[in-house]
Structures are given as C-alpha cells and as structure tokens.
C-alpha cells in the first residue's frame, strides 16, 4: 500500500542505523519530522547528528521493504517533463544542460558516463542531446518505474544498483551521482563501488543536499526541505563527504556550494503545511511554484556568492596508481 492508493496508511517497517562514515552511534538529535511532501505514513522520524564527523541521518530508518511505499508513484523523479512541470522544466532543462557539460569538459571522444540513481533518465536525455554524439551513456536505478520511464525517453538504463549489476571493473570516465548518495542505505560501500567502477583518472561528480546551508540552520527542528522526510537517509557536510570520498579512496578535486531554490522553497512550504494552513497557500511552494523558485532562486544565489549555497557539487578523481619498479 501506497499513498496512491487512497487507503488509510499505517506505519513503515523500520530499521536501525549508525553514521555511514564512522560506523558507531555518538549522537545528538537535532530534527523530528513527517513524510509533509506525500504523506506516505503517519509516522514520525528522528534526524540525529554524529558528534565525530557531523554526519546527520535517519535513526531508525525505513527497512529496504519500505521503499516501494516512501516513493508513491507520483514521485517527482519518476517523471521529471514538460506536460507537468511546465516552465520551470524547460529553464530546469537549460540550467543542467549547462552544468552538465561543463562537468565532461576533457573527457575523450569515446568517453563512457554512468549515471547512478538516474531516474526517469532526464540528466542522461542532456547529455544526449547536448554532448558528443561518441559518448557512450549508460544508467541504473533502483525503482523499475523509473526505468520505464527511462526507457520511455529512448535510455539505455538497467535496473538495479552497482553492487547486484555486473558492471565491469575502470569502464567508466565519468559516473553521475546526482541527488542519489543521500537516498543510499550504505553511501559508503556505494562511493567505493563507483571507485571501483571508474577508469584510473576517472571522475565522479556528488551533488546533494548542503547540511551547513543557513536553510538547514534555520528550519533544522523540523520543517527543512533537506531532510525529505523519510527519503534522505544520510546528509552532509562538505567535510564529511570529503572524508567519506577519501575513505573510499578516491582524491577531492573540488568541493563546493551551489545555488538550488528547492530546499527553501520545501522549507516553507513543509511549516505552512504542518501549522495547517490551507492548500491553496502551501501548493504555491513546491517544484511548480514558479514564483517561489524564482524568488529563492535570486536569495540563493546570493547566499551561494558567500559560499552557503544550497547544495554541494563535488567532484572527485580514482588516482591513476603508478607501478613500483622493481
């Protein structure tokens, strides 16, 4: 049962979790929260902040056989187009476009990219219509409707995740992590698994949710867009994903902020929705609320000026290992 299926929800299966990065449980609670997006459940979830490393995650969890319910069918991911979004689509379109390629400067003629967590495939359809004809553009998921969806667009993309897929060891020269890693329940083994799947001097560039964004500071009792309550398992800083990259043994090449309107504008509406204010009001803040984006989307890019932008964009190279003579 979902929350599409317009029945009465009763509560997820849960599980324990610990801090992917330092593997032990040391925190302080800093968040309780509900599913506000989707009402997927009635219950209530706890955000804890590790005291070693300032990881923040979810403990306890949604168990693995949760997450066909947490992501309803109307999951935005899922169906990322034009006929529903509108507007914001098409500047969304040329917005990633432009990022995206800049991420595949130097690549080869021949290069192959891998996105992780692809969804319904809208990152790798840029890459197809704006990049070098050459590239070879592979991509997986978790879910079977976004793969549909993928498949819809004309993508090569297969379901599953790196470590139930045979996926041939250094294939790879660029791996796509958009929005995914905090989704993971082991970001850790995910980061290694990459690693092991890009060629030596291949790159993986993380975007995900900024847990030292002044939002996050500011709406961190409850009501910020970030936590994505119960989808977002684990959020970071860019200390902390530096550490957990470093780890998997993979070199920081760039660790930055960038501008993203979407965690404030969720923000907001998640406390108008939470104080009970009527629909009409909280609807104006969401992935179709044109003046709300474009309005934060100025404040943010503010902020991101500063260096507090809303989310992190990392990129990170596998050493290319250089033989000892013997």
């Known amino acids: 049962m979902n929350a599409d299926d317009g029945l009465t929800p009763v509560g997820l299966a849960l599980e324990p979790a610990l801090c992917c990065l330092c593997a032990v449980e040391d925190v302080d609670p800093i968040a309780v929260?509900?599913?506000?997006?989707?009402?997927?459940?009635?219950d209530s979830f706890l955000a804890v902040r590790c005291r070693r490393c300032q990881m923040v995650y979810l403990n306890p969890r949604p168990a693995l056989s949760a997450m066909g319910?947490?992501?309803?069918?109307?999951?935005?991911?899922?169906?990322?187009?034009?006929?529903?979004?509108g507007l914001v689509y098409r500047i969304r379109r040329r917005l990633e476009a432009r990022r995206l390629l800049k991420w595949c400067r130097g690549l080869p003629a021949n290069a192959r990219i891998l996105d992780v967590g692809c969804g319904d495939g809208f990152h790798l359809s840029l890459l197809r219509d704006y990049g070098s004809k050459y590239w070879t553009l592979d991509g997986i998921d978790a879910d079977e409707r976004a793969i549909r969806a993928?498949?819809?667009?004309?993508?090569?993309?297969?379901?599953?995740?790196?470590?139930?897929?045979?996926?041939?060891r250094e294939t790879y020269d660029l791996v796509l992590l958009i929005m995914t890693i905090e989704h993971v329940p082991d970001p850790k083994a995910l980061i290694v698994a990459i690693r092991n799947c890009l060629k030596p001097g291949g790159r993986v560039i993380v975007v995900t949710d900024n847990a030292a964004s002044p939002d996050a500071w500011l709406f961190r009792g409850r009501h910020w867009g970030g936590y994505h309550f119960p989808r977002h398992l684990y959020l970071f800083s860019s200390q902390?994903?530096?550490?957990?990259?470093?780890?998997?043994?993979?070199?920081?090449?760039?660790?930055?902020?960038?501008?993203?309107?979407?965690?404030?504008?969720?923000?907001?509406?998640?406390?108008?929705?939470?104080?009970?204010?009527?629909?009409?009001?909280?609807?104006?803040f969401s992935l179709k609320g044109i003046v709300a984006l474009a309005t934060f989307t100025v404040w943010d890019g503010f902020l991101n000026l500063l260096g507090y932008g809303d989310i992190l964009q990392a990129v990170f190279e596998r050493p290319v290992e250089?033989?000892?003579q013997p």
Not at 150 to 168: F, M
Not at 254 to 282: E, H, Q, T
């Open 33 to 42: 929260g509900e599913d506000f997006e989707y009402r997927t459940g009635p």
């Open 69 to 85: 319910r947490i992501y309803p069918n109307s999951y935005h991911a899922f169906q990322f187009d034009a006929a529903e979004f």
């Open 150 to 168: 993928g498949h819809a667009r004309g993508l090569d993309v297969r379901q599953g995740t790196l470590d139930t897929l045979d996926i041939p």
């Open 240 to 284: 902390n994903l530096t550490g957990l990259a470093r780890v998997a043994g993979l070199t920081p090449v760039r660790v930055r902020s960038a501008m993203s309107p979407v965690n404030w504008v969720y923000s907001i509406r998640n406390l108008l929705d939470d104080w009970g204010f009527p629909k009409w009001c909280v609807n104006r």
């Open 322 to 324: 250089t033989q000892v």
